[in-house]
């Protein structure tokens, strides 16, 4: 049996798959399916099993799983045609006879009312109606999502967004949500289970803010948009408005406080507190 991670090149499925060495995995029981085989040469060079498949190719998928593994399937990044994509891979592993599938959704399933949980739904369906013992890491707002993108926001001195001073994000790092799939890849008992993952503390973008200004030593506030002009910033930044538009869609969701709960399920999968979004926030500035 074999811990299986696709995407593993990946920011999150390289962090899976890190996480599981640092667990004592043994490396020849760990598999990593990746697109490119020249990105993943890191892995392969430390004894990792590397399986060439494509998301998007069914027919790549064919050996990418054996009877009996644990499979960590990490939700696709193209917008719009993860569906097919994550039901080929789903093929695939009921196809093999996998022992446990484990998937990466989003926070609050079935109920997520917003458009970039829609394909993630969808794939949940999938995943029960192909009989496969499950789990689904219904996995919350990285920190990084805001982390990663400070420059502008300390060139303009501002935080722009339409999610109401209000809104609050119950985020994590994306450490915390690779610690928890390995916490579930490596455990017992999870069959079956859909876990809600969101950080400790769910914080306002005014506080978000602040917090900046206070690491960085500049004056940072929140500046509030309508949706209208939050697409027109987002698009005049370079965005392809379709992607523009479901970031604009996202903070409509937080305004209704759809990305701010705190389950707990998080913390108590990875034995610990979550990380707070100012060590998020103090090494992205460092």
């Known amino acids: 049996m074999s811990i299986v991670v696709t995407g593993a090149t990946g920011h999150l499925g390289r962090l899976v798959v890190e996480g599981l060495l640092d667990a004592g995995v043994p490396a020849d029981r760990v598999v990593a399916v990746v697109r490119n085989k020249e990105k993943a040469a890191g892995l392969a060079a ?17 050996g990418a799983f054996a009877a009996g593994d644990k499979v960590l399937l990490v939700s696709g990044s193209e ?14 592993a009921r196809a093999a006879g996998v022992a446990h599938l484990v998937y990466t959704g989003v926070l609050g399933g079935p109920d997520a009312d917003f458009d970039l949980a829609a394909e ?4 949940e369906r999938a995943v029960l109606e192909s009989g496969l013992p499950y789990t689904f890491l219904r996995n919350g707002w990285y920190h990084e999502n805001y982390t990663e993108h400070l420059a502008p926001v300390l060139e303009h001195g501002a935080v722009v967004g339409s999610a109401g001073p209000s809104g609050r994000v119950a985020s994590a790092a994306r450490a915390d949500y690779a610690a928890a799939a390995v916490a579930v890849l490596t455990g017992e008992g999870h069959e079956g289970r859909a876990y809600e993952l969101s950080g400790d503390v769910a914080w306002s973008f005014p506080e978000y803010a602040a917090q900046v200004a206070e690491v960085s030593g500049k004056d940072v506030t929140y500046a509030e948009v309508s949706p209208a002009e939050h697409l027109a910033v987002l698009t005049g930044a370079g965005l392809p408005e379709p992607i523009a538009a479901v970031l ?17 399920d998080l913390a108590r999968l990875i034995g610990r507190p979550t990380t707070p979004l100012a060590t998020a ?6």
């Open 281 to 286: 926030v103090a090494a992205a500035l460092a």
């Open 248 to 264: 604009v869609d996202v903070d409509a969701a937080i305004r209704r406080g759809l990305l701010a709960g705190t389950s707990g």
């Open 79 to 92: 917008i719009g045609r993860r569906v097919p994509q994550h039901r080929a891979v789903i093929d695939a």
């Open 46 to 62: 430390r004894g990792i099993e590397l399986r060439i498949a494509d998301y998007s190719a069914p027919e790549t998928l064919a």
């Open 120 to 123: 993630h739904k969808e794939t």
